[in-house]
């Protein structure tokens, strides 16, 4: 490897963490060197282009630029603080830090400026809200957003690779006539169903942690806590690729064709709205590309100030490993590697 940063990459196995290794390649960031860091069960695995996994420690914690952690909460809580203090700026996939009022929470589109108040860790939002507020970004510049109505259709990917084994394990056994093995990720048999149930719930709430997330983190990411947010996740049978139906209520009026104009333009999106010709946003076509994509985008006929959107994106792309790529990109070309706020 040539000039650049000592880059840790934590989860490098999972789903997020090799996708996360391949963009780094693919986007030639600056690197000198990149170590793949992953639970005991992998260590000594060598991954596709001859790194080889290592064991978190003490030891082998010490001396890196930068850390893209998506190795879950638990590994995140206990390790992303010690590669902070030891000067690497982390940017963390799991939920652990994204509400930290020190932490910021950014999406490379709509609010890199949060970037230079990092004191170590940056969080990369909940892949849901992620592509949703890549595209309600320019419609909320344009008009604002008084209130939205979402419900999401969230696939297996999002959960991790024991939740697409799952999902096609229990599809096989079911189209072969056989018994399917017991639920083990989710609640419920995943295949051939639709669970509004995704994420957790925690004792005493209604809503899940996925959906608290999105009400939460749109907040934060767009700097505004007056919008409010009604939230249903629901999970499905599709391996890779999370949509959205969003009902958006504007704060001044704004049209389909205005907010389809005003999308098309969009950094990161991609618009897709000819209904009655077939074309719309599918989870099918967006897996493997890092945009976000719109579509029926529409009045809704019981609010003259609220438009319809579907919205569909990659979750392990932008929903994660992309937007964490793109904000170690914007750090690079800032000068903030290395700088920090005290
Ligand atoms: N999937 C998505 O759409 C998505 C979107 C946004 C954020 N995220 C977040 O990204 C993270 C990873 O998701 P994923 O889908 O990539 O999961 P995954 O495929 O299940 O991979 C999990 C990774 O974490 C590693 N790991 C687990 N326990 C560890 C430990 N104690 N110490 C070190 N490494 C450990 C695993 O290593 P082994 O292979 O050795 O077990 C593996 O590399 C999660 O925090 C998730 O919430 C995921």
């Known amino acids: 490897m040539g000039e650049g940063y000592r880059i840790a990459v934590v989860g490098a196995t999972g789903q997020v963490g090799t996708l996360m290794l391949r963009l780094l390649r693919e986007r030639s960031f600056p690197a000198s ?14 991954l596709d282009g001859g790194l080889v996994v290592q064991g978190l ?12 952690f998506s190795a879950g909460g638990g590994t995140s809580s206990e390790w992303a603080p010690r590669f902070a203090q030891d ?7 799991s939920s652990r830090w994204r509400m930290n ?24 939002p909940n892949c849901s809200t992620m592509q ?8 909320y510049d344009e008009a604002g957003i008084e209130r939205l109505v979402i419900s999401t259709y969230q696939a297996v990917s999002g959960t991790g690779k024991k939740a697409v084994d799952e999902l096609l394990h229990q599809s096989r056994a079911l ?42 983190e749109t907040r934060k990411i767009l700097g505004d806590p007056t919008i409010r947010v009604s939230a249903t996740c629901v999970r499905v049978p599709v391996v890779n690729g999370h949509s959205e139906s969003v009902n958006v209520e504007t704060r001044s009026p704004l049209s389909p064709d205005e907010a389809r104009e ?22 099918i076509e967006a897996d493997g590309h890092d945009d976000v994509f719109v579509g029926r985008i529409r009045r809704d006929p019981g609010h003259d100030q609220a438009l319809e959107l579907w919205i569909v994106s990659d979750n392990l792309r932008k929903g994660a490993a992309t937007n964490a790529v793109q ?4 750090l690079h070309e800032r000068g903030l590697i290395g700088a920090r706020v005290a």
Do not use: C, W
């Not at 009022?101 to 990369?124: C, T, Y």
């Not at 904000?327 to 914007?330: K, R």
């Open 57 to 68: 420690s003490e030891d082998s914690a010490q001396g890196f630029d930068l850390a893209l």
């Open 132 to 139: 949703m507020v890549v595209a309600l970004k320019p419609l």
């Open 101 to 124: 009022n020190d932490v910021p929470l950014v999406v490379s589109e709509v609010n890199p400026e949060a970037l230079k108040n990092h004191r170590g860790i940056i969080a990369n």
């Open 327 to 330: 904000l170690a990109e914007v």
């Open 175 to 216: 189209l072969a006539g056989d018994e399917p093995p017991d639920p083990r990720a989710y609640a419920h048999r995943i295949a051939f169903n639709a669970l509004p149930h995704a994420g957790n719930f925690a004792p005493g709430d209604d809503h899940t942690d996925e959906e608290r997330k999105l009400i939460n």
């Open 262 to 283: 005003i999308l098309a333009a969009a950094p990161g999106v991609t618009v897709l709205d000819d209904p009655g010709a077939g074309r719309y946003p599918m989870a």
């Open 33 to 46: 060197e990149i170590v793949p860091f992953a639970s005991d069960r992998s260590v000594g695995r060598e």
């Open 87 to 93: 000067g690497a700026i982390v940017i963390d996939n």
